[in-house]
Nanobody, 127 residues
Framework: QVQLVESGGGLVQAGDSLRLSCAAS????????VGWFRQAPGKEREFVAHIRWSVGSTYYADSVKGRFTIFRDIARNLVNLQMNSLKPEDTAVYYC????????????????????WGQGTQVTVSS
């Protein structure tokens, strides 16, 4: 079993930055992929960013391109989401998801291709 723990959320003002982290236990991310999703109250969970662990290639939702960066820390077995120029519409619970079998490599926005999920961390952006 893989356990994921997100951290780094908080309350910030529009234009500020936050860095979220996703830590894994039980096994490393090696060979698979990691995605970030978010869910705002009353809305469906939506895709944010994806990284292929072994090669580091990334994919982003249009809404965060140019503002968010997903990257991996191989030594610490972490995946981070650097969020810059935050907007109120970025307010949501952010979830880390691990894909063990590379299903998300072809379908990174499909949450069904991920095998494990963290409990989420709240990000609130005020005007």
């Amino acid at each position: 079993q893989v356990q994921l723990v997100e951290s780094g959320g908080g309350l910030v003002q529009a234009g500020d930055s936050l860095r979220l982290s996703c830590a894994a236990s039980g096994r490393t991310f090696s060979g698979g992929a990691v995605g970030w999703f978010r869910q705002a109250p009353g809305k469906e969970r939506e895709f944010v960013a994806h990284i292929r662990w072994s090669v580091g290639s990334t994919y982003y939702a249009d809404s965060v391109k140019g503002r968010f960066t997903i990257f991996r820390d191989i030594a610490r077995n972490l995946v981070n989401l650097q969020m810059n120029s935050l907007k109120p519409e970025d307010t949501a619970v952010y979830y880390c998801a691990a894909d063990i079998y590379r299903g998300s490599w072809s379908f990174p926005t499909n949450e069904k291709t991920y095998d494990y999920w963290g409990q989420g961390t709240q990000v609130t952006v005020s005007s």
